[in-house]
């Protein structure tokens, strides 16, 4: 199958559902039905959804059956977005790190749970596992009045912190973590790594932005300044974090009115395709595969830009119909795969093959157009550009500009 290839997409980070376990505001009846239409309804589409939650996954499981019965049609990738708190205390709460799990592991789901289970949270001369049934137990022990288990698993997660030392030992000591599993920290101060601002704070700011893959921020500063586009170069961001890092933002919605609405249109948008390995790409080239903004950058003047290249009356096309990425830059192939025909296919189209080159000896014409003429017969293409427009030439080039006229 053939497809347009890396382009931008507007991808979702952070996002709750109809019964998160803190602050669920999505209301009861058709919570559900309310939460999935408003996803359907979002312009620009959203293509790619991490499913947050505060410690377990039963939310994303959930946007999964429904996406399996049919869904959310525009969305290609559902991830899950663990969201756990350090016990590091920010301006007004706590750092909170989220886990964004790769779903390509069929068993990513048996696979983190196993790796949330050896995070331990001691209190009340016990040790409490990062694990529904202990979150359960947690919020009980901390209030004893709370009989109801939903109440209790609420309140547990408020109570539980997961030690940062601790969470980079589980990490490092797991391959399938290390492998499936990118960490991204709140930016802000409210409860993210801005709001360790004391002197005493700056190393552990420092290993936790360093431990992170991804900055959950949405400011053209924090952009710039992860970017090594600030008062840190580039060479200091690898010294000291790790390299680079793409700021991404979502709309942290907990009811439905935010939901996928994150203030003044700091859409996330990632380039490449809908697939967990893109954000793993973002990761590593930040400035060219990962923008927060309205639109994504626009590095064309789309009626410069051939999106479509169509071959007619060709049976010797394997592949008539092959749409065009407007970052193009390269045709890549194998020998004789037919690099250099279609190129002088785009080059016919674009009236971008000289006179010269259409009449000389079929031997000596450097175009393989012209060279292969003889195959070619009434074969045409037609162009599509980025503005909308359509020109069509013959392959012959009878027709080129009156080229042979």
């Given at each position: 199958m053939v ?12 996002i ?6 803190l ?7 058709d ?8 996803l ?17 996954t039963?939310?994303?499981?959930e946007?999964?059956?429904?996406h399996?019965a ?42 983190v ?11 009340h ?52 973590a290390?492998?499936?599993i990118?960490i ?19 190393t ?42 793409p ?5 942290d ?17 990632i380039k ?29 003047i ?42 002088d ?38 162009l599509?550009?980025g ?19």
């Amino acid at each position: 199958m053939v497809n347009r290839g890396s382009e931008w997409r507007r991808w979702e980070p952070h996002i709750h559902a109809p019964g998160t376990v803190l602050n669920n505001q999505f209301g009861g009846g058709d919570a559900w039905t309310n939460y999935l239409t408003a996803l359907e309804s979002l312009s620009p589409k959203v293509e790619a959804i991490a499913v947050t939650d505060y410690y377990i996954t039963d939310t994303y499981e959930e946007v999964l059956r429904q996406h399996i019965a049919g869904r959310l049609p525009d969305v290609q990738l559902i991830f899950p977005n663990i969201e756990v708190r350090l016990d590091v205390a920010a301006r007004s709460g706590f750092v909170n790190l989220h886990l964004l799990v790769s779903p390509e592991d069929p068993d990513h789901l048996v696979e983190v749970r196993r790796i949330l289970t050896r995070l331990q949270f001691n209190a009340h001369g016990d040790r409490f596992d990062c694990t529904r049934e202990e979150l359960i137990r947690l919020g009980k022990r901390a209030d004893p009045t709370i009989k109801d288990d939903r109440a209790a698993l609420a309140h547990g997660a408020t109570q539980f912190k997961v030690n940062f030392a601790q969470l980079r030992e589980v990490f490092s000591e797991s391959d399938w973590a290390k492998k499936n599993i990118l960490i991204a920290v709140a930016g802000g101060a409210d409860d993210g790594t801005s709001g360790l601002r004391q002197a005493a704070d700056a190393t552990l700011r420092q290993e936790i932005e360093k431990f992170s893959h991804v900055i959950f921020a949405s400011s053209q500063a924090q952009r710039e300044f992860w970017l090594g586009q600030r008062a840190v170069s580039v060479d200091d961001l690898r010294a000291r974090y790790n390299g680079c890092k793409p700021c991404l933002h979502g709309s942290d919605a907990h009811d439905q009115l935010a939901t996928g609405q994150p203030n003044d249109d700091r859409f996330s948008w990632i380039k490449g395709a809908l697939t967990f390995d893109a954000l793993r790409q973002a990761c590593i080239d930040p400035a060219d595969r990962a923008y927060v903004g309205a639109e994504p950058p626009h590095r064309a003047i789309p009626s410069q830009v051939i999106s479509q290249v169509e071959i007619t009356h060709a049976s010797w096309a394997v592949t008539p119909t092959i749409p065009l990425n407007p970052g193009l830059v390269a045709i890549v192939g194998a020998r004789g795969s037919g690099k250099t025909a279609l190129t002088d296919v785009i080059a016919a189209g674009s009236d971008a093959i000289a006179w010269a080159a259409w009449n000389a000896d079929e031997n000596i014409s450097p175009s393989f157009l012209v060279r292969a003429r003889t195959l070619i017969s009434n074969a045409k293409v037609t162009l599509t550009w980025g503005g909308g427009t359509t020109i069509t030439r013959a392959l012959d080039g009878h027709d080129a500009n009156g080229a042979l006229a």
